[in-house]
């Protein structure tokens, strides 16, 4: 593992204690980390079957300290019946939550944000539908945390360009409430991940990267093609408003509001879906 930092719009190379940073978080003695993978999926249910399943799998053994979060915007209810029929111990150990929800129009910093809004763990971690954690993937990412008391963010990116594995990004919960999730005022997709690391190095968060490829395949896939315009003017557009917005000291994204806040379902123990109520 090493660390790599960029040094993008004056961000500084060293982490430090940037100007809307909080104390260092800090564990206490034999205090027992909880990891959540937050999943998003809407029309990948292809690849979904083969990564949910591997990736349960390599996490058994570290089942009592992971979640992980489906946050689900599947049109019909393929997804909601498939998790129903092969994963019904696994919801109900509370090892796999499932949720469903509506979005009008595709969004991934919303998607994203609301699979964050909706897990329990001290550390989330961004799962792409189409990524495998890797075998003891979840230990591994609560492993870095256990070594570092400070404001920690760990980028698992295989450097392979466009491999699907550059959003494998991990806070601590209260770091992200922090950050206001990823910004929703972007265009529905592009650089939104390079915009919440660099509004995160502002603050003077710590980013270790890890290249380590044991823990950051994705299958691979052709790209998400926007309807109105191509992808990359609207990864330049997004590129400028982040640019604009961290010029401006505008580092909490949504005014610290992220994620749908209603018509949010979760499956409860007995396979039926009701009314999700964060408490």
């Not at 079957?49 to 979640?67: A, G, H, M, P, V």
């Not at 946050?71 to 393929?78: A, I, R």
């Not at 070594?147 to 601590?172: C, H, P, T, V």
């Amino acid at each position: 593992m090493r660390t790599f930092l960029h040094n993008w719009l004056g961000i500084p190379t060293k982490p430090g204690k940037g100007p809307f940073l909080k104390a260092p978080i800090k564990l206490v003695a034999d205090q027992r980390l909880k990891l959540s993978f937050c999943i998003t999926h809407k029309d990948r249910f292809e690849y979904l079957q083969k990564t949910l399943f591997q990736n349960l799998e390599d996490n058994q053994k570290s089942r009592l300290d992971i979640e992980f979060v489906l946050m689900d915007f599947h049109e019909s209810e393929d997804v909601l019946r498939w998790v129903k029929e092969n994963f019904f111990k696994e919801i109900q150990q509370g090892y796999l939550k499932y949720f469903r929800a509506k979005m009008e129009s595709w969004s991934a910093p919303l998607a994203k944000n609301t699979a964050h809004y909706v897990a329990k763990g001290d550390i989330l971690t961004n799962l792409d539908c189409d990524n495998f954690t890797g075998r003891d993937g979840g230990k591994f990412v609560l492993d870095q945390y256990c070594k570092e008391e400070s404001n920690l963010m760990l980028w698992q990116f295989s450097r392979i360009r466009r491999d699907g594995s550059y959003g494998r990004i991990s806070f601590y919960q209260q770091a992200f409430v922090d950050l206001g999730g990823y910004d929703e005022g972007l265009m529905e997709m592009g650089f939104q991940d390079n915009d919440l690391m660099l509004r995160a190095l502002k603050m003077g968060f710590k980013r270790i990267e890890c290249n380590d490829k044991l823990y950051n395949k994705a299958i691979k896939h052709e790209k998400y093609k926007p309807f109105h315009m191509s992808f990359r003017r609207m990864e330049r557009w997004n590129k400028s408003r982040s640019r604009a917005n961290i010029k401006k000291q505008l580092l909490r994204a949504n005014n610290g509001s992220f994620g749908l806040r209603n018509g949010i379902m979760l499956m409860n123990n007995d396979g039926e879906m009701e009314p999700f109520e964060k408490s």
